[in-house]
């Protein structure tokens, strides 16, 4: 209940409570207390009525004082004892401190009391300064300072929770856009290794995969830098990187891309099929010099995506998912979005290697 930010900065960090006061968690905070504070004192007034036979405003005035005196003492143990002692892990301090701190409010609440007597000219048989009064007053003041000390942790815990995640949120985001911008780099990298060769031989090609080649990076550039893109785009990107291949490499390539299910209104995230089609080029058309087919899948059901690409691999190639940024890059993007939910099985049998991958629909 008290949570306020030179506490939770000691709890979690000097930047937890400016995050949590930008985001508005912490602005009501007063209120919170305020409210607390009240039901506490009405609850006291109660217990007061069932004891007496009616209630006076001297009576009522008592109690105020000594609310502010308890209040008083609970906020010095939750700014002051906890954060300098408790968090410090200087625990026999703290318990030494703490079991004065209630001894104080004790003697004072019981000097408020006979102060409350002297003003209203009491005479009272029962002595106020006892062990017997000290020990009860002892166990009320523990009772609420740990009452509200638990509240306080209750609260930290809770807020540091959610700052916890969004925390968290931030750095999925933060590493996929890093994923990401490790895709361009290697994308472009084999795509002019492409042109060069072409333009080498000066072919005819050549203009063809450049214009190709802006429409990839259009879709790089300009709509794959968000968490969700269209399924239908995702496709026509995949399409047009066959394409590029399929004039440089002519006519010893073929390659099957077949789709099944309704793709309109789906989404995923951009940049995950584009690997495995260029892995599957780089292990299974790069060194081949014979006729190359290319098998791809795509199908889609209500639940999941299902993506898979076949392509031969030549003895002395090693597409093991340890070689090359490719793969372990979209399986580390799909930790990130999916966790356990997807699965990603890849194999190489009998000179062929096989990616196969179901991902849940967005």
């Not at 508005?24 to 036979?53: N, P």
């Not at 008592?62 to 939750?78: D, K, M, S, T």
């Amino acid at each position: 209940m008290s949570d306020t930010t030179p506490n939770i900065s000691t709890l979690t960090g000097p930047s937890f409570a400016k995050d949590l006061q930008g985001s508005g968690l912490l602005k009501k905070r007063w209120l919170y207390h305020l409210l607390f504070w009240l039901a506490y004192y009405v609850l006291m007034l109660i217990l007061y009525m069932s004891l007496h036979e009616k209630m006076t405003l001297s009576s009522c005035i008592f109690y105020f004082v000594v609310l502010c005196f308890q209040a008083l003492f609970a906020y010095f143990n939750i700014y002051l004892l906890i954060p300098r002692l408790l968090f410090a892990k200087k625990y026999i301090y703290y318990a030494v401190a703490l079991v004065f701190n209630i001894v104080m409010c004790s003697l004072i609440i019981m000097l408020l009391e006979a102060l409350y007597r002297y003003v209203k000219a009491e005479n009272s048989h029962m002595p106020i300064f006892t062990l017997g009064n000290l020990g009860i007053t002892f166990i009320q003041e523990t009772y609420l300072v740990g009452m509200v000390t638990g509240m306080k942790f209750v609260k930290d815990s809770i807020l540091n929770q959610q700052w916890m995640k969004e925390k968290e949120k931030h750095y999925l985001e933060t590493e996929l856009k890093f994923l990401r911008s490790q895709i361009h780099p290697h994308f472009f990298f084999n795509t002019l290794n492409n042109i060069y060769s072409l333009t080498l031989k000066k072919s005819d090609q050549a203009p063809g995969i450049i214009l190709k080649l802006s429409d990839l990076m259009s879709y790089m550039l300009y709509e794959s830098n968000v968490p969700l893109v269209p399924l239908s785009k995702e496709i026509d990107y995949l399409q047009n990187y066959l394409d590029v291949e399929q004039l440089r490499f002519g006519q010893r390539l073929s390659v099957s891309f077949t789709r099944t299910g309704f793709i309109e209104d789906v989404n995923i995230p951009p940049m995950i099929l584009i690997l495995f089609l260029e892995n599957s080029f780089k292990h299974g058309v790069k060194n081949n010099i014979s006729k190359i087919h290319i098998e791809i899948s795509l199908k889609i059901d209500t639940e999941f995506l299902y993506f898979k690409v076949d392509n031969p691999v030549t003895e002395d190639e090693a597409p093991a998912e340890s070689k090359g940024i490719g793969l372990k890059n979209v399986r580390r993007r799909l930790d990130l979005l999916y966790g356990d939910g997807y699965t990603l099985d890849i194999r190489t049998v009998e000179a062929k290697f096989s990616v196969s991958l179901k991902m849940p629909l967005c």
